[in-house]
């Protein structure tokens, strides 16, 4: 889903709650997903800072406030990935992957493997249940430096 997709979901559930789709709340959407950005999982403070940059006069309460919308509307989730901060990410019908996290430097990988989605399947079913959703993160530590200047594991 791209980000207009995503601001024509949100303002049709924002109608459907009685609520408005401000120019803010706009701008907040198309930038939380930038398909080139999609894959970072901001922070509260990472989406304020990149919103910032296109409009001045959004606070941190509006950010708070349109993530928890998004969340409702079924277009966020938020995870605790790696240093323990809450994180989100776009909510893309169809999509599922999981997320390999350097210990490091909190680097997000994003990856998908079928024979993982079989066995959480077959696991669930063994205990009696029906999957109904999951996440999975895995944190470890690279085997390779890492490329990223902010990393604790380069060159080791």
Same mark, same amino acid.
């Not at 893309?92 to 989605?117: N, S, T």
């Given at each position: 889903m791209?980000?207009?997709?995503a601001?024509?979901?949100f303002?049709?559930?924002?109608?459907?709650?009685?609520?408005?789709?401000?120019?803010?709340?706009? @701008?907040?959407?198309?930038?939380?997903?930038?398909?080139?950005?999609?894959?970072?999982?901001?922070?509260?403070?990472?989406?304020?800072?990149?919103?910032?940059?296109?409009?001045?006069?959004?606070?941190?309460?509006?950010?708070?406030?349109?993530?928890?919308? @998004?969340?409702?509307? +079924? @277009?966020?989730?938020?995870?605790?990935? +790696?240093?323990?901060?809450?994180?989100?990410?776009?909510?893309?019908? +169809?999509?599922?992957?999981?997320?390999?996290?350097?210990?490091?430097?909190?680097?997000?990988?994003?990856?998908?493997?079928?024979e993982?989605?079989?066995?959480?399947?077959?696991?669930?079913?063994?205990?009696?249940?029906?999957?109904?959703?999951?996440?999975?993160? @895995?944190? +470890?530590?690279?085997?390779?430096?890492?490329?990223?200047?902010?990393?604790?594991?380069?060159?080791?």
């Amino acid at each position: 889903m791209d980000a207009s997709e995503a601001v024509k979901r949100f303002n049709e559930y924002l109608k459907s709650h009685q609520h408005k789709l401000t120019k803010q709340r706009a @701008l907040i959407t198309e930038i939380f997903f930038d398909p080139d950005k999609r894959s970072e999982h901001p922070t509260v403070e990472e989406l304020y800072l990149r919103v910032k940059e296109r409009d001045r006069n959004v606070g941190h309460a509006t950010i708070y406030r349109t993530l928890k919308l @998004l969340i409702e509307a +079924g @277009l966020a989730v938020p995870n605790r990935i +790696g240093e323990g901060l809450t994180r989100y990410e776009p909510e893309i019908p +169809g999509e599922h992957h999981d997320h390999m996290i350097c210990d490091r430097c909190g680097l997000i990988v994003e990856f998908e493997d079928e024979e993982i989605e079989r066995l959480q399947e077959e696991i669930a079913k063994k205990l009696g249940f029906s999957l109904l959703d999951h996440s999975m993160n @895995l944190v +470890g530590s690279p085997q390779e430096p890492c490329q990223r200047p902010d990393c604790l594991n380069q060159g080791s």
